[in-house]
């Protein structure tokens, strides 16, 4: 699905659409189940779109935001729609792989890392790949060996807020994970998971059911969200059908 950029501070943003598509069965329960207390509507079919985000500044430099489901072997495999379509969205927007100079991975999970590392060799060789420490601490093997351990030196962890280029920066946000993290730009918040479904935006405090740490992903995403409507800004978001959404 074709999405339109935007500039935010100076910065291009380019929503680029892994993929689209149903949890597979592995991990696919009613939405009354995924986010207990919410209002569904009619339909219990949760369609997930997964976006990443492509940053490009004035003097050209990029940061890419989550790296998507990966090939058709990667570990999204058992549950996400694959193979996704990072590659040709890059190649879309006028970026090759090799031309990314940061990767900003929001977390962990299967869907947001898994393209980081195909075939054991890292996709973007010339990038630092920024994650949270307390991240890389709560891994777990599988993905330590899939992701974290290939890209070998190009890891850049950070504690907290940290900035990627100037202008952009990654700020902590835990709960969904243990070192979660989101990227700011301007009044712009690419939120990673710490948003899932719109209806955390009717209700911030409705909890999603594989949060590692429900309560205090809804705090944060209370903070968070509170915090971009003051600014009157904008959240770019992970898995909704539209990449952008005004908070008022």
């Known amino acids: 699905m074709l999405h339109q950029p935007i500039t935010v501070a100076g910065v291009e943003v380019f929503p680029l659409c892994d993929a689209v598509g149903p949890m597979g069965d592995a991990i696919r329960r009613?939405?009354?189940?995924?986010?207990?207390?919410?209002?569904?509507?009619?339909?219990d079919e949760w369609i997930l779109h997964f976006h990443c985000y492509l940053l490009r500044d004035a003097a050209g430099r990029t940061v890419l935001v989550d790296t998507g489901v990966g090939p058709r072997d990667s570990p999204a495999a058992s549950w996400a729609p694959v193979p996704g379509a990072l590659g040709a969205e890059l190649a879309r927007v006028g970026?090759?792989?090799?031309?990314?100079?940061?990767?900003?991975?929001?977390?962990?999970?299967?869907?947001?890392?898994?393209?980081?590392?195909?075939?054991?060799?890292?996709?973007?060789?010339?990038?630092?790949?920024?994650?949270?420490?307390?991240?890389?601490?709560?891994?777990?093997?599988a993905v330590l060996d899939h992701v974290v351990r290939p890209l070998g030196e190009r890891v850049q962890a950070v504690d907290g807020g940290a900035e990627v280029l100037p202008g952009i920066r990654v700020l902590l946000t835990p709960g969904?994970?243990?070192?979660?993290?989101?990227?700011?730009?301007?009044?712009?918040?690419?939120?990673?998971?710490?948003?899932?479904?719109?209806?955390?935006?009717?209700?911030?405090?409705?909890?999603?059911?594989?949060?590692?740490?429900?309560?205090?992903?809804?705090?944060?995403?209370?903070?968070?969200?509170?915090?971009?409507?003051?600014?009157?800004?904008?959240?770019?978001?992970?898995?909704?059908?539209?990449?952008?959404?005004?908070?008022?």
């Not at 009613?30 to 339909?43: I, K, V």
């Not at 405090?205 to 992903?217: K, M, N, S, T």
């Open 95 to 141: 970026t090759a792989p090799e031309e990314v100079d940061a990767v900003v991975i929001t977390h962990l999970h299967s869907d947001h890392a898994s393209g980081a590392v195909v075939a054991g060799a890292p996709v973007f060789a010339n990038a630092r790949h920024v994650l949270q420490r307390a991240e890389i601490d709560a891994a777990g093997e």
């Open 30 to 43: 009613p939405l009354p189940q995924m986010f207990p207390g919410g209002h569904h509507g009619e339909s």
């Open 176 to 248: 969904h994970t243990p070192g979660h993290q989101v990227v700011q730009v301007g009044d712009l918040v690419l939120t990673g998971d710490v948003v899932l479904h719109p209806v955390q935006l009717e209700d911030p405090r409705v909890p999603y059911l594989y949060d590692a740490d429900p309560e205090l992903a809804a705090a944060t995403r209370v903070e968070l969200l509170d915090r971009v409507r003051a600014a009157g800004g904008t959240i770019g978001t992970a898995h909704f059908a539209e990449p952008f959404t005004r908070i008022v």
